[in-house]
């Protein structure tokens, strides 16, 4: 089955520091890959996607995602954390061949400290 | 993101009660979904549209329903809500096979 996996249920890093929240794939065929925010009481809200070419993504907040074919993995980096970007981050997949659909992991929280 | 709005933020109500849940989104997109999250398993599509004349069942379908009222439009319906129901739903929207843009959601509690 296509899928996405996040093997950490919560992420600690302090401000200042840099973060990373994991992900991994498993698709057939060329990924298309996506990281969203949820912030308390909140929708979800778009980060980045990876769809074709260099395999550094940025996107907003200062987050990038590093897309690595051989290790199917796409993970989310931010070179200095917030206070402000502890929330909840998920990671998606669209699968699929005539309606493309995503398939979310089941989420990291992070959590930075003052 | 204020584009795509739900009706209502929270909703408690009783098993066996019928619910509707309503979406509306501002951004001309062409797609609709509903969504479920519960804690630990992610978001689960129930069900998707591409337009007013196209609504197909997600995975997790079984005692729900939707309607495709307008293009703007994508409502669903608990036809009697159970307690194992209870959970986060979010309407998302996007323009063709593109990134989704979800609204607030709504905190569904039934007793």
């Known amino acids: 089955a296509q899928s996405v996996a996040q093997p950490e249920d919560q992420v600690n890093v302090a401000e200042g520091n840099p973060l990373t929240v994991k992900c991994t794939y498993s698709v057939s065929g060329n990924p298309y890959l996506f990281w969203y925010v949820q912030y308390p009481n909140r929708g979800l809200q778009f980060l980045l996607k990876y769809i074709t070419g260099d395999n550094l993504v940025k996107g907003s907040y200062g987050f990038e995602a590093e897309f690595n074919k051989s290790q199917t993995s796409f993970h989310l980096k931010k070179p200095s954390a917030l206070v402000s970007d502890s929330a909840l981050y998920f990671c998606a997949v669209r699968v699929g061949g005539g309606f493309q659909k995503l398939v979310f992991g089941t989420g990291t929280r992070l959590l930075v400290s003052p | 993101d204020a584009d795509v709005t739900q009706t209502p933020r929270n909703r408690i109500t009783k098993t066996g009660k019928r619910i509707m849940l309503e979406c509306s989104q501002t951004?001309?997109?062409?797609?609709m979904y509903w969504y479920r999250q519960d804690p630990g398993l992610g978001l689960r599509l129930i069900y998707y549209?591409?337009?007013?004349?196209?609504?197909n069942k997600g995975e997790i379908s079984d005692g729900y329903s939707v309607s495709r009222q307008a293009q703007a439009k994508f409502s669903l319906s608990l036809e009697s809500a159970i307690p194992n129901q209870t959970a986060l739903y979010f309407c998302a929207t996007s323009a063709g096979a593109n990134e989704q843009f979800f609204g607030p959601g709504t905190r569904l509690t039934v007793l």
């Open positions: 549209s591409f337009d007013v004349k196209d609504i």
């Open positions: 951004k001309g997109h062409d797609r």
